[in-house]
T-cell receptor, first 114, second 110 residues
């Protein structure tokens, strides 16, 4: 079974500063990893996904994540935070089979300080 | 527009009443899912269906029921047996691993 752990339920950064949201995974097979974003009272939207093609994955809104097998990590970063980045972010994992369900982390709420 | 449509967006229910949340999709997705979201707990899977007329329990199925009579529709019934039904409910569809979510339904039990 796969699982993910998101370190830090709340993260605050200043506008223009680096955003770093942490995600560590546990999987006995090569994982597929995802980051989703949720704005208040809305559904989740896919930011980016790792599917073994490349370890550095670029997503929407300037976000990117790097798959590090040695650290079992898939941290989400953005060089310069914008006020519109304030939201909740979820890391998720599934196994290599096409019909496997996603398992989500508990989420990290990102606050941007003006 | 294509997507996952959930209704109603807000719903209030008295204790002891069943309530059905609607989820419709026009993306031709084979698989559909229902998640429950509570603060600090992330998303927990209630039920999922990978094909019409078939569905499986997720991690927290007790007190919930679903049906999948049409590919486009996957309604969720929150029964009176669900002890703590107040939550935000999210429906999703997928073709492959990527999930596409609806806007959610917030259920409050009074």
């Amino acid at each position: 079974a796969q699982s993910v752990t998101q370190l830090g339920s709340h993260v605050s950064v200043s506008e223009g500063a680096l955003v770093l949201l942490r995600c560590n995974y546990s999987s006995s097979v090569p994982p597929y990893l995802f980051w989703y974003v949720q704005y208040p009272n809305q559904g989740l939207q896919l930011l980016l996904k790792y599917t073994s093609a490349a370890t550095l994955v670029k997503g929407i809104n300037g976000f990117e994540a790097e798959f590090k097998k040695s650290e079992t990590s898939f941290h989400l970063t953005k060089p310069s935070a914008h006020m519109s980045d304030a939201a909740e972010y979820f890391c998720a994992v599934s196994g290599p089979l096409g019909n496997e369900k996603l398992t989500f982390g508990t989420g990290t709420r990102l606050t941007i300080i003006p | 527009d294509g997507g996952i449509t959930q209704s109603p967006k807000y719903l209030f229910r008295k204790e002891g009443q069943n309530v059905t949340l609607s989820c419709e999709q026009n993306l031709n997705h084979d698989a559909m899912y229902w998640y429950r979201q509570d603060p600090g707990q992330g998303l927990r899977l209630i039920y999922y269906s990978q094909i019409v007329n078939d569905f499986q329990k997720g991690d927290i199925a007790e007190g919930y029921s679903v049906s999948r009579e049409k590919k486009e529709s996957f309604p969720l019934t929150v029964t009176s047996a669900q002890k703590n039904p107040t939550a935000f409910y999210l429906c999703a569809g997928s073709q492959g691993r990527e999930l596409f979510f609806g806007e959610g339904s917030r259920l409050t039990v009074l």
